[in-house]
């Protein structure tokens, strides 16, 4: 098909349309790491940003942050859990800034445990946080997210989904079903116009990271990515903005891994013959 538009007019609108300025979004897990750094990637393009969090100090403190640097943002305290709390938060983004363009959910826990005596009770709860919390929450924000013209939601899972480790059952298991969630949500809501998307991070030094690993297991992760380091939220943020903005609006239903080549590294060593 052939767009017989002029192309100087089409331009115009490219960017126009590309540019966040004024949009708003949500981004559930704001207070703390990946989520904080989305959240100042958003603020910083001029996007209102509705930083929602478990923590309200957290949330609070980052979008104090946000409105140091002249950005504009709300906080509220939101359990992805919580339908009461997912309502509220939607509300506030309608009453604040009138709808929703972008949803960002980057909430998320980690119970690391071995699966021969696995307690079921974490095991829930990762999914809980992991996956429900991740649907619930979309699908509350479905009905404001098909009322924009640039709908996007984007879903925070990790590595883990699609690579085993030990004591990484949990927490795997339901990134996985995060990634498989958000490919489906893409396939169902392209009807009305919203696209979602999946980052599957790799080692991104953030608290819930570095509460998970030692100096000297994070000197042996970055040892076995090419990029010889482990990630900023900052690159993550990067990601994440470009997917919800309109450069990416034939972008839908994936999982994109943001891992310094990681997850397609056999090894990182050259492969040298003895002759
Ligand atoms: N850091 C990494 O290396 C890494 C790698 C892959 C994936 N991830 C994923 O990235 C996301 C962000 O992780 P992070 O490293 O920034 O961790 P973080 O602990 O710094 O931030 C997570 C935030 O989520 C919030 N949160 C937890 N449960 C919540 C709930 N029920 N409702 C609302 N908010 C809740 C926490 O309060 C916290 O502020 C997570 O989903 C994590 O699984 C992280």
């Known amino acids: 098909m052939t767009d017989d538009r002029d192309p100087k007019a089409l331009r115009r609108d490219w960017m126009r349309t590309s540019t966040l300025e004024g949009r708003v979004a949500l981004v559930a897990g704001g207070g703390s790491g990946i989520g904080e750094a989305i959240a100042h990637a958003f603020a910083a393009n001029g996007v209102r940003v509705i930083v929602a969090d478990l923590r309200p100090d957290m949330a609070d403190g980052v979008a104090r942050a946000i409105k140091a640097e002249g950005g504009e943002a709300t906080a509220v305290g939101m359990d992805v ?51 429900e919390g991740a649907l619930m929450l979309a699908r ?43 490919r489906t949500m893409g396939v169902e809501w392209a009807e009305h116009g919203v696209r979602v998307n999946v980052i599957s991070p790799g080692s991104v030094l953030t608290p819930l990271l570095l509460a998970n690993m030692t100096r000297e297991t994070q000197a042996a992760r970055a040892e076995r990515i090419p990029l010889g380091r482990m990630g900023a939220p900052r690159e993550i943020a990067d990601l994440a903005v470009f997917l919800a903005s309109p450069m990416a609006s034939y972008i839908t239903a994936q999982e994109i891994c943001c891992d310094g080549g990681l997850s397609q590294a056999l090894m990182v060593q050259k ?3 003895d002759s």
């Open 271 to 273: 492969w040298q013959s």
């Open 140 to 182: 509350s924000a479905l009905q404001l997210l098909k009322a924009s013209p640039v709908a996007s939601v984007v879903n925070i899972s990790s590595l883990a989904g699609g690579r085993a480790y030990a004591n990484g059952g949990s927490y795997g298991t339901s990134k996985a079903a995060l990634i498989h969630l958000s």
């Open 81 to 131: 859990c919580k339908q009461e709390d997912i309502d509220q938060a939607l509300a506030k983004a309608e009453s604040a800034y009138g709808g929703l363009d972008m949803l960002v959910n980057s909430a998320g826990v980690i119970a690391p445990q071995p699966l021969v005596d696995a307690d079921l009770g974490k095991w829930r709860s990762s999914f809980e946080v992991n996956v």
